[in-house]
């Protein structure tokens, strides 16, 4: 079965202090992975898609990348509404499978 | 907005009950997927349909059953309630079935569920 670990639990920034997320995955055959961010008592919201090792996308103060086994998404220069739990999911046949998220505080 | 609609966003109820939650997926989405998140669990895979038909099944309680109506929108009946219940419960649409890269899952608002 898909598996999904994503570092650290949480993560306390200060406004402007860059940092970066942890994904690990073990699938079976990776068909892309998704990031998603979170705000308390909602949704997940769609940020990224990656596909292959190497690829790259950015938004606003985040960039996922991907790599065989892991994915990261950084967070330069934060701001206090970058605060959110950020999830990754890998895709398998029907569902997502998601880590347990990345909850990221930033203090202005 | 997603443009996915979920409906109540909020629900308390008593253990031994039934409660019936209501998704409605984005404009020309066939595909409805149920999720369960609870602070121990994280956000689980219920259910999937496409287009009407039941396509996959997660872990998924007997006491809980899902079906999707002609006009897409989809149903979550949970019966029997107990406090371990007590979640928030997603609907996301995508376009296509299967999980794939290209299918991404956009998630509603959810539905906030209390047994007491």
């Known amino acids: 079965e898909d598996q999904v670990t994503q570092s650290p639990e949480a993560l306390r920034l200060q406004e402007g202090e860059s940092s970066s997320l942890n994904c690990s995955y073990t699938v079976s055959g990776l068909r892309g992975l998704f990031w998603y961010r979170q705000d308390p008592g909602k949704g997940p919201e769609f940020l990224f898609t990656?596909?292959?090792a190497g690829e790259e996308k950015e938004k606003e103060r985040l960039k996922a990348t991907l790599t065989k086994k892991e994915s990261f998404l950084h967070i330069t220069a934060p701001k206090p509404e970058d605060s959110a739990t950020y999830l990754c999911?890998?895709?398998?046949?029907?569902?997502?499978?998601f880590g347990a998220g990345t909850t990221v505080t930033v203090r202005a | 907005d997603s443009g996915v609609t979920q409906t109540p966003k909020h629900l308390i109820t008593a253990t031994g009950q039934r409660v019936t939650l209501r998704c409605s997926p984005r404009?020309?989405?066939?595909?409805v997927y149920w999720y369960q998140q609870s602070l121990d669990q994280g956000l689980q895979f219920l259910i999937q349909?496409?287009?009407?038909?039941?396509?996959a099944k997660g872990n998924i309680l007997e006491r809980f059953s899902a079906q999707q109506f002609p006009d897409l929108h989809s149903e979550l009946n949970l019966s029997s309630l107990e406090l371990g219940d007590s979640a928030l419960y997603f609907c996301?649409?995508?376009?296509?079935?299967?999980?794939?890269?290209?299918?991404?899952?956009?998630f509603g608002a959810g539905t906030r569920l209390s047994v007491l």
């Open positions: 996301a649409s995508s376009v296509g079935t299967g999980a794939g890269g290209g299918n991404i899952q956009y």
């Open positions: 349909y496409y287009n009407g038909e039941e396509r």
């Open positions: 990656l596909y292959s």
């Open positions: 999911a890998v895709p398998g046949d029907y569902k997502l499978s």
């Open positions: 404009s020309g989405d066939l595909s």
